[in-house]
T-cell receptor, first 113, second 114 residues
Framework: AQSVTQPDIHITVSEGASLELRCNYS??????LFWYVQSPGQGLQLLLK??????LVQGIKGFEAEFKRSQSSFNLRKPSVHWSDAAEYFC???????????FGQGTRLTINP | DTAVSQTPKYLVTQMGNDKSIKCEQN?????MYWYKQDSKKFLKIMFS???????INETVPNRFSPKSPDKAHLNLHINSLELGDSAVYFC?????????????FGNGTRLTVT
């Protein structure tokens, strides 16, 4: 069965600092991997996705993520965070032909001014 | 233009009542979903429909009954509401499956059962 682990429940960084949010997945075949962001009171917005090909994927709002098969990881990064990046971030895994995404438990990001 | 819209945004009701949440998407997607987000923010799929046909039913109690009158709409009806049903319910849609296109989410319905 697919599973996703986001080891950090809550992360606090200063504005302008770099960010890395961790995501580890468990899946037998090549997964489809996603990062979503949820602002308070809002639905989830897709930041980026990995299906195949280049293991470094670029997303919206200056985010990127790197797929590392050997580590079963898909960590999200941003070189310099902005106060507006404060939100909940979810990693998710799916597979080809499936209609189900399995989500991690989320990481809450707080930005210090 | 709201891609996936769900109503109401907030729903407060008493135990034992029956309530419905409506969802509509204008993206032309074939597949729609209901996800439940609990108090710890954990998201779990409840149902998925593809062209009005039920595809996924994730061990959800029978009190929850989705209805898809057409592929642009997926409503969720809940009978005999219980305290544990309090959560945020998200509707989502995708073109076919998660590989075909990512999920597009509505803004959620916060259900509070007292």
């Amino acid at each position: 069965a697919q599973s996703v682990t986001q080891p950090d429940i809550h992360i606090t960084v200063s504005e302008g600092a770099s960010l890395e949010l961790r995501c580890n997945y468990s899946y037998g075949a090549t997964p489809y991997l996603f990062w979503y962001v949820q602002s308070p009171g809002q639905g989830l917005q897709l930041l980026l996705k990995y299906f195949s090909g280049d293991t470094l994927v670029q997303g919206i709002k200056g985010f990127e993520a790197e797929f590392k098969r050997s580590q079963s990881s898909f960590n999200l990064r941003k070189p310099s965070v902005h106060w507006s990046d404060a939100a909940e971030y979810f990693c998710a895994v799916g597979r080809a032909g499936a209609q189900k995404l399995v989500f991690g438990q989320g990481t809450r990001l707080t930005i210090n001014p | 233009d709201t891609a996936v819209s769900q109503t109401p945004k907030y729903l407060v009701t008493q135990m034992g009542n029956d309530k419905s949440i409506k969802c509509e998407q204008n993206l032309g997607h074939d597949t729609m979903y209901w996800y439940k987000q609990d108090s710890k923010k954990f998201l779990k799929i409840m149902f998925s429909y593809n062209n009005k046909e039920l595809i996924i039913n994730e061990t959800v109690p029978n009190r929850f009954s989705p209805k898809s009158p057409d592929k642009a709409h997926l409503n969720l009806h809940i009978n005999s509401l219980e305290l544990g049903d309090s959560a945020v319910y998200f509707c989502a849609s995708s073109r076919k499956d998660v590989g075909g296109s990512p999920l597009h989410f509505g803004n959620g319905t916060r259900l509070t059962v007292t």
